[in-house]
């Protein structure tokens, strides 16, 4: 301790001086000791003053420790404090620590399982802040190291604890639900230690090389049963079409088919022996005239080859 030291040296030149003004044996020697016990209480108090106050940066608290022990909290800006004491200033700010679960990686942990104990990678960042009224009590229990101590180790319990719940093909797809549930509990644990968790993330997730090759496999396989599907789909459309048309022209033609036989039908019914006879005389040669009974009519004889004169 600096102000200490300091404060034992000046009361050793003071002692020194206090002698030398009493058995010095030469006036000049006695003269500069009487000095000296006016001079040395007068620095130390000038010392003390110097060292009663100190200043602590917004957003932190003060930690007095008086030699080895913590026995106050000051607040932000300058305070009194006896020259003997020092304050250590604690952030009580949020604190982002990143947290990889991955010991392929360089400080990395080790990673978390699924439910069929398959590694699941991750890297998360937990935000946090100290209660300023519980720093001393922490620091008091834990120490300054409380971090290493008491939280990364709870994130990395509490997280491998959910994962371990869900099979590796859910423990994506379930990401939030895994985050929500970690800082919840994480919350409720660290409480106790005047630790607010303000929130916590998953940055990523990662799987072992042979889970995410045999997904990738199945996703392949499933993008060509897809297509394969597709096909017999556009397929079945397009042979459903065709049926459908067919359909269509069987039913005009069976349309038209009925509308020949109603049409032959009324013009059955519709033939009379008039109108029969018509018809017939429709059919034969047009140079036959045919003359109702009783009528006289004039028919040019057909003309006649010249005769040869003998």
Same mark, same amino acid.
């Given at each position: 301790?600096?102000?200490?030291?300091?404060?034992?040296?000046?009361?050793?030149?003071?002692?020194?001086?206090? $002698?030398?003004?009493? *058995?010095?044996?030469?006036?000049? !020697?006695?003269?500069?000791?009487?000095?000296?016990?006016?001079?040395?209480?007068?620095?130390?108090?000038?010392?003390?003053?110097?060292?009663?106050?100190? @200043?602590?940066?917004?957003?932190?608290?003060?930690?007095?420790? !008086?030699?080895?022990?913590?026995?106050?909290?000051?607040?932000?800006?300058? *305070?009194?404090?006896?020259?003997?004491?020092?304050?250590?200033?604690?952030?009580?700010?949020?604190?982002?620590?990143?947290?990889?679960? *991955?010991?392929?990686?360089?400080?990395?942990?080790?990673?978390?399982?699924?439910?069929?104990?398959?590694?699941?990678?991750?890297?998360?960042? $937990?935000?946090?802040?100290? =209660?300023?009224?519980?720093?001393?009590?922490?620091?008091?229990?834990?120490?300054?190291?409380?971090?290493?101590?008491?939280?990364?180790?709870?994130? #990395?319990?509490?997280?491998?604890?959910? !994962?371990?719940?869900? +099979?590796?093909?859910?423990?994506?797809?379930?990401?939030?639900?895994?985050?929500?549930?970690?800082?919840? %509990?994480?919350?409720?644990? $660290?409480?106790?230690?005047?630790?607010?968790? @303000?929130?916590?993330? %998953?940055?990523?997730?990662?799987?072992?090389?042979?889970?995410?090759?045999? %997904?990738?496999?199945?996703?392949?396989?499933?993008?060509?049963?897809?297509?394969?599907?597709?096909?017999?789909?556009?397929? @079945?459309?397009?042979?459903?079409?065709?049926?459908?048309?067919?359909?269509?022209?069987?039913?005009?033609?069976?349309?038209?088919?009925?509308?020949?036989?109603?049409?032959?039908?009324?013009?059955?019914? +519709? #033939? !009379?022996? #008039?109108?029969?006879?018509?018809?017939?005389?429709?059919?034969?040669?047009?140079? %036959?005239?045919?003359?109702?009974?009783?009528?006289?009519?004039?028919?040019?004889?057909?003309?006649?080859?010249?005769? =040869? @004169?003998?």
């Amino acid at each position: 301790m600096f102000w200490l030291f300091v404060v034992v040296l000046l009361l050793m030149v003071w002692v020194v001086s206090f $002698l030398a003004a009493k *058995n010095a044996p030469n006036p000049e !020697t006695q003269n500069l000791g009487r000095t000296g016990i006016v001079v040395v209480p007068l620095l130390v108090v000038a010392f003390s003053a110097f060292f009663s106050f100190t @200043t602590v940066e917004a957003g932190h608290i003060g930690l007095v420790r !008086t030699f080895s022990d913590y026995t106050g909290e000051v607040g932000p800006g300058v *305070n009194f404090k006896w020259p003997w004491q020092q304050v250590e200033e604690v952030t009580v700010r949020t604190q982002s620590k990143q947290i990889v679960m *991955n010991e392929k990686l360089k400080g990395g942990t080790g990673s978390a399982v699924s439910r069929e104990t398959q590694p699941v990678f991750a890297t998360v960042t $937990l935000n946090y802040s100290l =209660e300023s009224g519980a720093v001393m009590d922490l620091y008091r229990e834990v120490g300054a190291n409380y971090y290493s101590a008491i939280v990364e180790p709870r994130v #990395l319990q509490v997280f491998k604890s959910e !994962t371990v719940k869900y +099979s590796t093909i859910d423990v994506a797809p379930n990401r939030e639900k895994i985050r929500r549930a970690v800082q919840g %509990i994480l919350d409720s644990q $660290l409480e106790d230690y005047g630790i607010d968790v @303000t929130d916590f993330l %998953i940055n990523d997730l990662d799987f072992a090389d042979a889970f995410v090759n045999a %997904i990738t496999e199945k996703q392949v396989a499933n993008q060509r049963a897809e297509a394969a599907r597709e096909k017999v789909r556009q397929a @079945t459309f397009e042979a459903n079409q065709k049926i459908e048309t067919a359909k269509g022209d069987a039913q005009s033609k069976l349309i038209t088919a009925k509308a020949d036989a109603q049409a032959n039908r009324l013009r059955a019914s +519709s #033939l !009379t022996p #008039l109108v029969l006879e018509f018809e017939r005389i429709q059919k034969w040669d047009p140079q %036959i005239v045919y003359v109702p009974a009783g009528a006289s009519i004039f028919v040019n004889p057909p003309p006649q080859p010249p005769s =040869e @004169t003998p």
